[in-house]
């Protein structure tokens, strides 16, 4: 806990891995006190984090003491989705016409970090795909693009665990290397065109879609 400045940031990153990697699945319920016991800290800081955690959709707050991590929907991926298809190829067009030395040497140092990821991966190794992806977010120098991808993110990376449900071969996780180089020498290149369709058709195939088209299938399950 002495690497964080404040107990409720301590708490913050310590719930939302757990979230984000399916500890604490959807619809868990969180009790608050049992939480802040097995944390180490009071309730004032968890319920500053689980605050936080509400803003990103993570959770629910009720009136009483629990929390309650929210439900995965095939509605909010589709609009996730639908967003990521608009917005990411323009960051990639944008970050190919704008992109910095600072921003190239960003870029690079992502893409080194990133690694296929496997049917079970830890969080290090979304947060390392998330890292690569916001440095071509940052190199688009449109600080409004950049907070909303960043948004859309943070409520699309529990749909990546539904999306890793589908067994992919090597093959395909070759392909998603591939893309990852291309997107990056397109950016580095100043190609804003080849960039943005790129990005588009590396959207198409993602984990987020794929995570649409398992929860379409699923059959709709009342709230117990």
């Not at 107990?7 to 009790?31: C, M, Q, W």
């Not at 749909?159 to 589908?166: D, P």
């Not at 180089?181 to 397109?186: E, I």
Request: proline share 3%; charged share 30%; glycine share 4%.
């Amino acid at each position: 806990m002495n690497t964080f400045s404040r107990k409720s940031d301590f708490a913050y990153e310590a719930l939302r891995n757990r979230i984000l990697s399916h500890e604490y699945g959807p619809g868990t319920v969180l009790n608050q006190a049992m939480l802040a016991r097995d944390l180490g800290i009071s309730t004032t800081p968890l319920r500053e984090a689980l605050r936080r955690l509400k803003s990103e959709g993570l959770v629910e707050l009720d009136a009483h003491r629990d929390a309650r991590v929210t439900d995965l929907s095939a509605e909010e991926a589709r609009d996730l989705l639908e967003m990521r298809r608009a917005l990411d190829p323009l960051a990639a067009s944008l970050a190919a016409e704008r992109r910095a030395t600072a921003d190239i040497a960003a870029m690079r140092a992502a893409f080194a970090e990133l690694k296929p990821l496997s049917d079970q991966p830890e969080v290090v190794d979304l947060v390392a795909h998330r890292r690569f992806h916001r440095a071509i977010y940052v190199a688009s120098h449109n600080e409004l693009l950049i907070g909303t991808l960043d948004g859309l993110w943070d409520k699309a990376d529990r749909y990546r665990r539904v999306g890793l449900e589908e067994k992919r071969d090597q093959a395909r996780r070759d392909e998603t290397a591939a893309e990852h180089q291309a997107l990056l020498d397109a950016v580095v290149a100043g190609a804003a065109a080849v960039a943005a369709e790129i990005m588009s058709g590396h959207i198409r195939t993602s984990l987020g879609a794929k995570a649409l088209s398992r929860l379409s299938a699923r059959p709709v399950q009342a709230r117990q």
